[in-house]
């Protein structure tokens, strides 16, 4: 009898190990693409700048909220999905000229780790943009944890960052008279979305 009160109170610690380790552990969010932005801006002739912006993506980040730097994401986007509001500035950005969208139909990205710099964190990992694939830093931020209306945890974020398209691959280099790129190198993304908590 004293042999199985034993089992019964190491089965009953191992439960309660398992049941803390599960509350405090990682939950896994799905990218809620109607309340998230893939956005960008470049240089247009020197002088302005062009905005736009992917339609179609998908991620998923696991979230540890007791130590952020165990979190992670997996991100997708579809490169024919871009959008200036211009068809045929979109059309020529799908082109062999810049995306090749055909030969390459996504942008992928895919984290190795989170470090936290001070108050800051940065989420560390590889871009694969047009066949090539690079470590990139970007610099994030939680804005918060939420119940919605519906009964659904959705966290938010945000983050910000700035490519060389050349570094990938998207050397498209015409110049004007004076020198100056028709578009420029440098990209500046931004991420601003809603992540939904998928169930257990």
């Known amino acids: 009898m004293h042999h199985t009160t034993h ?3 190491i ?5 309660t190990l398992c049941t803390a380790g599960m509350a405090l552990g990682a939950d896994t969010y799905v990218v809620d693409s109607s309340h998230t932005t893939v956005g960008f801006t470049v240089r247009h002739l020197v002088i302005n700048k062009v905005r736009g912006k992917f339609n179609e993506f998908r991620g998923t980040i ?7 730097t165990k979190s992670s994401l997996h991100g997708t986007i579809k490169t024919a999905s871009i959008d200036t509001d211009h068809e045929k500035r979109d059309k020529h950005l799908r082109s062999p000229d810049f995306f090749d969208a055909a030969g390459h139909p ?7 780790r989170v470090d936290q710099e001070g108050d800051d964190l940065v989420l560390i990992g590889d871009l694969t943009m047009r066949g090539t694939t690079k470590e990139i830093r970007i610099p994030f931020e939680i804005t ?3 119940k919605d ?7 938010g974020f945000e983050a910000t960052l ?7 691959g998207i050397s498209y280099s ?19 979305g809603e992540a939904v908590l998928q169930a257990s």
């Open 7 to 9: 089992i019964f109170a």
């Open 11 to 15: 089965l009953a610690v191992f439960l």
């Open 62 to 68: 696991v979230y540890d909220e007791n130590d952020i």
């Open 106 to 112: 996504e942008i992928t990205f895919k984290s190795k």
């Open 144 to 146: 918060g944890k939420i």
């Open 149 to 155: 209306p519906w009964g659904k945890m959705r966290i």
């Open 162 to 168: 700035r490519i060389d398209r050349q570094e990938f």
């Open 174 to 192: 015409k110049t004007m008279d004076n020198g100056g790129l028709i578009v420029g190198n440098r990209v500046n993304i931004e991420l601003i």
